[in-house]
C-alpha cells in the first residue's frame, strides 16, 4: 500500500505535467534562446503597439488640419501626408489593423491546412487522392493575378481580403502537414496506440498533432506575415478597402499620391520598416522554435 | 473453446494463437515505361501454434518475414489468405468491435525504444492508454496504481522517478522497459515482442530478457519472441521456429533446435553463431561461399532449395510438407521423408 | 613496441567539444598493431570505440578534437604521425596505407555509378595505370567472393551482404596494409555475417595486412581476434590476447559484459550490469566504472586506476589488480 506521503508525491509529480506548465516551460526555453527572446521582444513590441496603438495616437487619421508633406517635427513626430493627416497617428492605428488581418489569415488558413493535411496523411487512399487534387489545383494557380482578380470582384472589405488570402495560403500548409503525417503514422508509437484500441482521430488528437505544433506553429507566424504582406500588396495596387487605416493603404496613397515625387521618406519608411521588423522578429521566433523543438525530441543519440 | 492438443503424455495445453496457411504477397511495381511488377510471397502458407504460458521463439533473417508474420498475427496487417486462430475464434474477418475486443488481449513490444514512445507524451500517460481504453470504469487512483505497480514490475524503482519523465529524459534501456510496461498493463493474454533487445547495448539486453522470462513465470503470458539472435532467442524461448523466405522450416523446442539442427538452413544458421570462446575459431577453408541474393517468388517449391548443398529434384517440384522426424521437433524437408 | 609493429597508439585522447559542455570521448588510449594481426576493440555505444577508429585515418571532423597523444604509422619510409599529416600526404595515407569499412558502409556506395567506376577512380586516384584497373577491378571482387557480373551493377541491384563484399573489395583495392572494420557486419545476417568474415580473414592471411576489428558483439571478437580491447567510457578497461580475456576475464566489466550474453553452450542465466555508462561531458572521479561494480571498494572512489600488467602482454585497468 502507498504511504500518504508517496502518493502526495506523486499527485504533485503528474499535476507538473499539466499543459499550462509544459506551455511555461516551453516558453521559458524561447526565452533562454538568444533569437527567440529577440523575437518574442520584437513580436510583443508590434503587438502591444496594435493593441494599445489607437489611444497613443496624437490626432485621428482623419483630421487633415495641418500642411500637407510636412517632414517630421515636434507637432508631427513622423511628419504629414498629402492630406495633412499625421502618420505617426495612421501607423499606430494602422498596425493594429495589418495585424490583426495577418492574424485572422493565419489562423484560418492553418485552421483549414492542418486539417486537409493531417486527415489526407492519416487516412490515405481515396480520402488523400480527392484532398491533394484539389491542393495541387489551388498551388498551380498564379497567386498573386488570381487575388487581383477576385478582389476587384468582390466586395472590396478587410474581411474579403481575409477570406480571398485564406484560401490561397492554406494548400502548402497543407502539403507540409500531409507528408509529416505520412512518416509519423509510421512510427511504432503509432503502431501501439493501435494496439491500445485508440481509433483513428484519437491517434491524430493525441499522438500526431502534438508532434506537428512546432511546425504548425512556425508555418503560422509565416502564414501571418504573409498575410500582412500580401494584404500590404494588394492595398498598394488600390484592391481592398482603402478606406481601412493600415500599411497597406499608407503604401497605395504613398504611391498614389505622388509621395515619391514630394520625396516623403517619412511617409514610407513606417509602413515599410514594420514589415521588415515583422520579418525578422517572426523569423527568429520561428528559428528558436525550430531549434527547440529539435533539442527537445532528439533521439538520445 | 480453445482446440486442445497433446504434448507431452497425458498433460494437455491449449493454444493461445495459431495459424493455418497463411500467405501474404508483396508487389512490387517498377520500371517506368516498362512496368514490371514483381511478387514476393513474405508469408508462405505459415502454419503455427503458439501454446498458453510459453514463449515462441522466432528466428530468421532480415526480410524472412518474421516481422510481417508478428503484424498479421496482431491483426496489423492484413493477408492474402490463411487462417489465424485466436482463443479458438477465427480472427480473420474480425472488425470494429470484434476488433476492438481482440485488440484487449494482445500488445507488442517493439524493436526501436527511441521510436515506440511518443516523444511528446509522458510515461505516465503512454503506460495507462491501454486501461483507459479498455477500462474506462476504473477509477484516477486505480489507474495510478495500477501504473505504479506496472513500472516497478519492470524494474524502474521508485516509479515515482519515471511517471513524469517524457522519453528523451530516459536511456534506451529505461524506455524499453517502459515499453514493456505499457505492454503488460493491460494484461493482455498474448504478446509479440520484435526484437526487442536488439537495439540495446549488450550489457542492459541480460535483464529486459529476465523480465520476459520473469513475466511468463508469474503470470503465464503466451508470448512471440521474433529475433535474428539465436543465442537471445533459446535464452527466452520454450520452442523455436525457423522462418526462411517467407516459410517456416523447423519448429522443436529450443534445446533440440540449437543441439540437433536438422533443416540444412537451421544447420547453418547455428553453425554461423559467434561463440564467446577463442578456441571455437572459424575454419577459414569455406570462405569460397558466393552470396547471391534470392526471394520467395511464390513458386511451389522449398524457399531454400537456391541454397541448399543438399537440392534435389524433388525440392524444386514441391515445397516440402511439415513432418514431426523426432517428438515435437516438426521439419519441412526431403531429406527427413 | 616490436620491430613488427605497424602502427602504434600512444597516449591519445579525443574531446567533442560542444557550445555547452565538452565530452571528453577517448582519454588516454595506447596500443599497438603488429603485421598480420587481428586487433579486436569491443565496447557499448559510447565507448568512444569508433572514435578512436576514426583518428587512425585523421577523418575526426568538428566538433571532435584531438587533445592529445599521437598515433604513429611505420611505413615503407619511415615513421610518421597520422595526427600531423597534410592533406597531400593524408590522401596517399588513406587507402593505400590504411583503409576502412565503415558502419554505415552499406550506404556508403555512390547509388549512381556502376561498382566498376566507383573502384576505378579510387585505385586511378592512387596512382594506378588505366589499362592495369581494369584486371585489378576483376580481382578485387573476385578476392572479396564476387563475381565479375558485379562489375556493371548499380548498388541498389545488390543484397546488402553483397555490397558489403563489394566495399571490402574497394577497401582492399590499392594494397592497404591495415584494414579498419568498424562495425561492418552489423547490419547483416550471421550468415553472411559468417561468410564475409571468413572471407576477410583468408585475405588477411594471403595478403598478410592487419585487421582491426572494432565492434559491439563481444562473441564475434573471441571468434575471429588476436588480441582484444575491452573500452569503456572513452578508456581501455582491459586488453590482451584472446584466449586470455575470454578465458580468464580480470576487469569485473569484462566479466560481468561476459556473464551478460546468453550462450548457446551453458545452461546459464545471464545477469545485465545495472546502471548506464557515466556521462562523458561530466568530470569523472576515479574509476569511471565504479557505480555499476560489484567489486567497488574505497580507492575506486578517488583514483583513477591506471592499466596494469595482470600477466604476461594482458592489462587490466582496476585497483583490484597490481598494487
Known amino acids: 500500500m502507498m504511504s500518504e506521503a508517496r502518493a502526495e508525491e506523486i499527485q504533485r509529480a503528474l499535476a507538473s505535467n499539466s499543459p499550462m506548465n509544459r506551455f511555461r516551460s516551453f516558453m521559458k526555453g524561447v526565452w533562454s534562446h538568444k533569437k527567440g527572446r529577440a523575437g518574442l521582444i520584437i513580436l510583443t513590441a508590434l503587438g502591444l503597439l496594435a493593441i494599445f496603438g489607437y489611444f497613443f495616437a496624437p490626432y485621428s487619421p482623419y483630421n487633415t488640419n495641418s500642411l500637407a508633406f510636412q517632414p517630421p517635427s515636434y507637432q508631427h513626430l513622423l511628419g504629414t501626408d498629402y492630406e495633412g493627416a499625421d502618420i505617426f497617428s495612421w501607423f499606430l492605428i494602422g498596425t493594429g489593423t495589418s495585424l490583426v488581418v495577418g492574424l485572422s489569415i493565419a489562423l484560418l488558413s492553418a485552421f483549414i491546412g492542418v486539417l486537409v493535411g493531417v486527415v489526407a496523411g492519416y487516412f490515405g487512399r481515396q480520402v488523400d487522392d480527392v484532398l491533394m487534387r484539389a491542393v495541387d489545383v489551388l498551388l498551380v494557380i498564379p497567386g498573386f493575378p488570381l487575388l487581383v482578380i477576385l478582389s476587384a470582384f468582390l466586395p472590396p472589405t478587410l474581411e474579403t481580403t481575409i477570406f480571398v488570402l485564406s484560401i490561397l495560403s492554406w494548400p502548402f500548409l497543407a502539403r507540409v502537414v500531409r507528408s509529416q503525417t505520412l512518416s509519423l503514422k509510421e512510427r511504432p508509437y503509432i503502431m501501439a496506440s493501435k494496439l491500445s484500441g485508440l481509433n483513428g482521430m484519437q491517434i491524430i488528437i493525441r499522438d500526431i498533432l502534438p508532434n506537428l505544433l512546432p511546425i504548425i506553429f512556425i508555418n503560422a507566424i509565416f502564414l501571418a506575415v504573409g498575410g500582412v504582406v500580401a494584404q500590404a500588396g494588394l492595398a498598394f495596387f488600390g484592391l481592398g478597402d482603402l478606406r481601412s487605416v493600415n500599411w497597406g493603404t499608407m503604401l497605395y496613397f504613398f504611391q498614389a499620391e505622388d509621395g515619391i515625387v514630394y520625396r516623403a521618406w517619412w511617409w514610407l519608411l513606417p509602413p515599410g520598416l514594420g514589415i521588415v521588423i515583422l520579418g525578422i522578429g517572426a523569423n527568429f521566433l520561428s528559428n528558436a522554435i525550430y531549434e527547440i523543438s529539435k533539442a527537445s525530441k532528439g533521439n538520445g543519440k | ?337 | 613496441m616490436t620491430t613488427s609493429t605497424i602502427m602504434e597508439v600512444v597516449d591519445l585522447s579525443v574531446d567533442y567539444v560542444l557550445p555547452d559542455r565538452t565530452i571528453k570521448a577517448v582519454s588516454h588510449v595506447s596500443l599497438d598493431v603488429n603485421k598480420g594481426e587481428v586487433i579486436g576493440i569491443v565496447g557499448e555505444s559510447g565507448s568512444g570505440k569508433s572514435t578512436l577508429a576514426m583518428t587512425f585515418l585523421k577523418l575526426l571532423e568538428y566538433p571532435g578534437k584531438i587533445k592529445g597523444g599521437k598515433v604513429v604509422y611505420y611505413g615503407s619510409e619511415g615513421k610518421s604521425d597520422v595526427l600531423k599529416m597534410k592533406p597531400s600526404a593524408l590522401r596517399k595515407y588513406r587507402w593505400k596505407e590504411v583503409s576502412m569499412i565503415f558502419q554505415s558502409a552499406m550506404n556508403s556506395l555512390n547509388p549512381v555509378m556502376r561498382i566498376e567506376d566507383q573502384m576505378g577512380d579510387v585505385m586511378v586516384e592512387h596512382g594506378y595505370k588505366e589499362d592495369e584497373v581494369d584486371e585489378r577491378i576483376d580481382y578485387m571482387l573476385q578476392l572479396a567472393g564476387l563475381t565479375k557480373n558485379v562489375r556493371k551493377s548499380f548498388p541498389h541491384e545488390l543484397s546488402g551482404g553483397m555490397k558489403q563484399r563489394v566495399n571490402i573489395a574497394l577497401a582492399l583495392s590499392c594494397d592497404p596494409k591495415i584494414l579498419i572494420a568498424d562495425e561492418a557486419t552489423t547490419a547483416l545476417d550471421v550468415v553472411v555475417q559468417r561468410q564475409i568474415l571468413t572471407r576477410l580473414l583468408k585475405l588477411k592471411d594471403d595478403l598478410s595486412i592487419s585487421l582491426i576489428f572494432i565492434t559491439h558483439d563481444i562473441s564475434l571478437v573471441a571468434n575471429i581476434a588476436d588480441k582484444v580491447n575491452v573500452m569503456y567510457a572513452g578508456k581501455i578497461a582491459e586488453s590482451g590476447p584472446s584466449n586470455e580475456i575470454f578465458d580468464s576475464p580480470q576487469h569485473p566489466y569484462t566479466k560481468a559484459l561476459l556473464a551478460s550474453i546468453p550462450s548457446l553452450e551453458q545452461e546459464k542465466s545471464v545477469k545485465g550490469i545495472r546502471g548506464t555508462p557515466p556521462d562523458l561531458s561530466e568530470e569523472i572521479k576515479g574509476c569511471p566504472f565504479k557505480d555499476r561494480c560489484d567489486s567497488v571498494f574505497d580507492r575506486c572512489k578517488n583514483e583513477v586506476p591506471e592499466l596494469k600488467m595482470v600477466s604476461q602482454g594482458h592489462y587490466a585497468a582496476c585497483h583490484l589488480y597490481g598494487r
Request: with cysteine; proline share 4%; hydrophobic share 35%.
Open chain 2, 1 to 337: 473453446m480453445p482446440r486442445v492438443i497433446s504434448m507431452e503424455g497425458d498433460l494437455m495445453e491449449s493454444s493461445t494463437i495459431e495459424t493455418n496457411e497463411l500467405t501474404k504477397d508483396f508487389i512490387n511495381k517498377r520500371g517506368i515505361i516498362r512496368r514490371e511488377s514483381r511478387t514476393t510471397r513474405a508469408l508462405d502458407q505459415v502454419k503455427l501454434q503458439i501454446k498458453e504460458h510459453e514463449i515462441f521463439g522466432l528466428i530468421g533473417e532480415s526480410g524472412s518475414g518474421k516481422t510481417t508474420l508478428g503484424l498479421a498475427l496482431l491483426k496489423l496487417m492484413d493477408v492474402d489468405s490463411g487462417q489465424i486462430i485466436f482463443n479458438g475464434n477465427n480472427i480473420m474477418k474480425y472488425t470494429g468491435r470484434q476488433l476492438f475486443g481482440f485488440r484487449e488481449k494482445t500488445q507488442m513490444i517493439f524493436q526501436d525504444p527511441y521510436s515506440s514512445l511518443n516523444p511528446v507524451i509522458s510515461v505516465y500517460k503512454s503506460i495507462v492508454t491501454p486501461l483507459r481504453v479498455f477500462h474506462k470504469e476504473l477509477k484516477e487512483e486505480e489507474v495510478l496504481n495500477k501504473a505504479i505497480e506496472t513500472i516497478e514490475m519492470v524494474g524502474l524503482t521508485p516509479a515515482e522517478q519515471f511517471l513524469n519523465k517524457f522519453p528523451n529524459q530516459l536511456s534506451g534501456g529505461q524506455r524499453q522497459r517502459i515499453g514493456i510496461a505499457r505492454a503488460v498493463i493491460n494484461n493482455p493474454d498474448f504478446i509479440i515482442a520484435d526484437e526487442p533487445v536488439s537495439m540495446l547495448d549488450v550489457s542492459l539486453r541480460a535483464d529486459i530478457l529476465n523480465i520476459l522470462l520473469d513475466l511468463k513465470r508469474k503470470f503465464g503470458k503466451s508470448m512471440m519472441f521474433i529475433s535474428h539472435d539465436i543465442a537471445v532467442t533459446q535464452y527466452v524461448s520454450d520452442r523455436i521456429a525457423v522462418m526462411h523466405l517467407g516459410q517456416l522450416v523447423e519448429v522443436a523446442k529450443s534445446d533440440r533446435i540449437i543441439n540437433n539442427p536438422m533443416h540444412p538452413y537451421t544447420k547453418s544458421l547455428i553453425d554461423s553463431i559467434p561463440v564467446p570462446d577463442p578456441k571455437k575459431k572459424w575454419n577459414l577453408d569455406e570462405s569460397k561461399g558466393q552470396i547471391s541474393e534470392y526471394v520467395n517468388e511464390g513458386k511451389n517449391e522449398c524457399s531454400y532449395a537456391n541454397k541448399c548443398p543438399f537440392v534435389m529434384d524433388n525440392c524444386r517440384k514441391e515445397r516440402p510438407k511439415f513432418r514431426e522426424v523426432e517428438k515435437d521437433h516438426l521439419v519441412a524437408c526431403y531429406l527427413y521423408e
